[in-house]
T-cell receptor
């Protein structure tokens, strides 16, 4: 079964600085990859997803992620963060064609004024 | 109005009680999911349903049951609640016909079992 690793449980960053949230997964077979964001007291929202094609995926709120098959990674980036980006971010991976989806343990992004 | 509505939002109850968490959606999606979220563990899938006649166990279905009363309604039951079922529970829906990713989440039900 897949496993998803988000090594950084907390990431503090100053406002307008760039940020990268890391995600690695275990299997190198064909996968679908997702990033979700969870604001306080809310459910998750889908930020972006990679299914096939270009390895650079753009999502909502200025976020983007790059699929790297050789490194089994799908890191999330934003060039300049805002206070409103403070939230918890979850990476998730699904084996292509399978009825499964595995979530990472989450990274709490705190943007400091 | 929210697209995915969960009731109740908070519940405190005692060990051994039967509890039902309800979820209704206005998205018109066939696929619905129940997840639990625990600190440091992310989300884990309890049950999912691809349509009214289809119910499937997820990763951690033991101790839980579900009912898909209609396309719009998907309920989660704890027949005899135990303290380690204390968690944040989320219902979600998806319109994707071939993928497992939930797209629309409710705001969650915080359940505490004493």
């Amino acid at each position: 079964a897949q496993s998803v690793t988000q090594l950084d449980s907390q990431v503090p960053v100053f406002e307008e600085a760039p940020v990268e949230l890391r995600c690695n997964y275990s299997s190198s077979v064909s996968v679908y990859l997702f990033w979700y964001v969870q604001y306080p007291n809310q459910g998750l929202q889908l930020l972006l997803k990679y299914l096939s094609g270009s390895t650079l995926v753009k999502g909502i709120n200025g976020f983007e992620a790059e699929f790297n098959k050789s490194q089994t990674s799908f890191h999330l980036r934003k060039p300049s963060v805002h206070i409103s980006d403070t939230a918890e971010y979850f990476c998730a991976v699904s084996d292509a064609g399978a009825n499964n989806l595995f979530f990472g343990t989450g990274t709490r992004l705190t943007v400091i004024p | 109005d929210a697209d995915v509505t969960q009731t109740p939002r908070n519940r405190i109850t005692k060990t051994g009680k039967r509890i039902m968490l309800e979820c209704s959606q206005t998205k018109g999606h066939d696929r619905m999911y129940w997840y639990r979220q625990d600190p440091g563990l992310g989300l884990r899938l309890i049950y999912y349903s691809f349509d009214v006649k289809d119910i499937n166990k997820g990763e951690i279905s033991d101790g839980y049951s579900v009912s898909r009363q209609a396309q719009a309604k998907f309920s989660l039951s704890l027949e005899s609640a135990i303290p380690n079922q204390t968690a944040l529970y989320f219902c979600a829906t998806s319109e994707s016909p071939n993928l497992m990713e939930p797209q629309h989440f409710g705001d969650g039900t915080r359940l505490s079992i004493l």
